[in-house]
């Protein structure tokens, strides 16, 4: 495990239980991985484990329903596969839900498959006029508690966007 | 069997479960029948997502029984589905599998190996416990009871024939039936779902 990375990642499971959020649905991203074990580790949350993306967003937006607060866990790439759900359940239906994403592709990304996302992650977000915030620091976790509250103001989905830096541990 | 006589039946045995219809036939033919406004979703505006939808639900209201309907034209976009409804393994979801054999609400298009699939060994092989698959009015009514009053998540297979015409959808648009059901539930479970002032 790469130096720092847990206490991220505890700092972000804190963050998220403030928010009082119960359930936290989670496809992979080596970036988040310890991210979603801490989760899972965690007697606060109870983590659904999805076979795609698409499902994370079905679940959080009916736990809605049952006044469950949800998190949608995921990388950028299944972010980008979310639009559909995410504009027909989301935007029709005017249901809140924070999602946080891996901003991959983005600086010190090292991975070439995950070029695309750095030039389309954003630009696809703005193009759905969803709002997103981004974490660039570990000082700025706490932005999680102000994303969830905003999407249930705004009734819509918020996303906040983790750097590698931040995940990783580095600077 | 025919959707509609399939329907009417179950609709007559609906209480206080929750119901969820996936896009197309179910949420029109439900409300055809129904007219319901509060205690139903209809989940038009997705395809494939409507059994996590009721998954997210029946996990935060546990004594209230949720009933999915998803059409197989749904399933067969994710029938992955099936492996987050059996690792949730929730006792009040019961999830009916619409199975007329092509995409209904697209003027019934075919759907891919449509007469081979077999979506209750599909659920099998992942692990759900209670399957049943009903191809006639008879065997549903014989087994309705058995198959969905008992605790324990389900998937049940409805095999229906195609509606064979374009139905009416929900009148509602999508904040109103978000509210009208959100206030239901929380009135029947008890808990909050719209926030005042949040801090």
New interface residues.
């Given amino acids: 495990m790469v130096e720092g990375v847990s206490n991220v990642a505890a700092r972000i499971v804190e963050e998220t239980a403030k928010c009082g959020i119960?359930?936290v649905a989670s496809l992979p991203d080596t970036w988040i991985s310890d991210l979603i074990e801490a989760f899972d580790k965690d007697e606060r949350f109870?983590h659904?484990?999805?076979?795609?993306e698409?499902?994370?967003?079905?679940?959080?937006?009916?736990?809605?329903?049952?006044?469950?607060g949800?998190l949608a866990l995921m990388g950028a790439s299944g972010f980008m596969t979310c639009v559909y759900?995410l504009t027909?359940?989301n935007?029709?239906?005017?249901?809140p839900l924070l999602l946080l994403v891996t901003l991959r592709g983005g600086l010190g990304d090292r991975a070439k498959y995950h070029v695309s996302n750095g030039l389309y992650l954003k630009p696809l977000m703005d193009s759905i006029s969803m709002p997103y915030t981004i974490v660039d620091s570990p000082e700025k976790v706490s932005v999680i508690s102000t994303a969830y509250?905003h999407s249930?103001?705004i009734?819509r989905p918020v996303v906040v966007g983790f750097t590698r830096g931040v995940l990783r541990g580095e600077r | 069997m025919k959707l509609r006589e399939c329907f009417e039946y179950i609709a007559g045995r609906w209480k206080s479960e929750l119901v969820i219809l996936s896009a197309g036939n179910c949420s029109e033919m439900w409300w055809e029948v129904t007219r319901d406004s509060e205690r139903a979703f209809y989940l038009e505006a997705s395809m494939s997502l409507a059994s996590m939808f009721g998954a997210g639900i029946a996990l935060g209201v546990p004594r209230t029984p949720v009933w999915v309907f998803s059409g197989d034209g749904a399933f067969c976009m994710n029938p992955g589905m099936l492996m987050v409804e059996r690792q949730m393994n929730l006792p009040n979801l019961k999830h009916f599998l619409v199975s007329n054999r092509c995409y209904g609400s697209t003027y019934e298009a075919r759907l891919p190996n449509a007469s081979a699939n077999d979506y209750a060994s599909m659920a099998r092989a992942m692990g759900i416990e209670r399957v049943y698959r009903f191809d006639s009015l008879d065997a549903l009514k014989r087994d309705f009871a058995s198959a969905v009053a008992q605790p324990g998540h389900v998937f049940t297979v409805l095999e229906v024939e195609p509606v064979g015409k374009k139905l009416e959808e929900p009148p509602m648009d999508g904040p109103e039936m978000k509210y009208r059901f959100g206030r239901y539930i929380e009135r029947l479970a008890g808990v909050r779902i719209f926030d005042g002032s949040l801090f």
């Avoid at chain 1, 659904?48 to 795609?52: A, D, F």
């Avoid at chain 1, 698409?54 to 469950?68: N, P, R, Y």
């Fill in positions: 119960k359930l109870i659904v484990p999805v076979n795609r698409e499902s994370a967003i079905g679940l959080c937006s009916g736990a809605f329903f049952s006044g469950t949800a759900a027909k359940i935007y029709t239906y005017q249901i509250a249930r103001v009734s």
